[in-house]
């Protein structure tokens, strides 16, 4: 939601969504990572994520954190009764197709 005023005899359009820099709620600012298009936010990302594993800073999972990783996603997923019913409704039309 954006609002007009009047300052110093200017007119400025004020951004009162409560996201500043959201190209996505008519922020015509052309400054910072959050204006740029998503394909120039993902090049950029890349680098860093290059530079820090060349650099030896980027942390890399091994095996358990993996696994203690996958652990709590899927904790979290399975609090979601509804979406686990629809999984489980969907494996089960599946196996029904399945058979003759």
Same mark, same amino acid.
């Given at each position: 939601m954006a609002t007009q005023e009047k300052h110093q005899g200017k007119k400025e359009e004020r951004n009162t969504? $409560?996201?500043q $820099?959201?190209? !996505? !709620?008519g922020d015509t600012s052309n400054r910072g990572f959050a204006s740029m298009d998503d394909q120039q936010q993902r090049e950029i990302a890349s680098k860093g994520g290059k530079a820090a594993h060349e650099s030896g800073h980027a942390h890399e999972f091994n095996s358990n954190e993996a696994r203690e990783a996958g652990r709590k996603g899927g904790k979290a997923v399975s609090k979601d009764r509804e979406h686990m019913a629809e999984i489980g409704r969907k494996g089960g039309e599946a196996r029904q197709g399945n058979r003759s």
């Open positions: 969504s $409560g996201r $820099g959201s190209r !996505h !709620h």
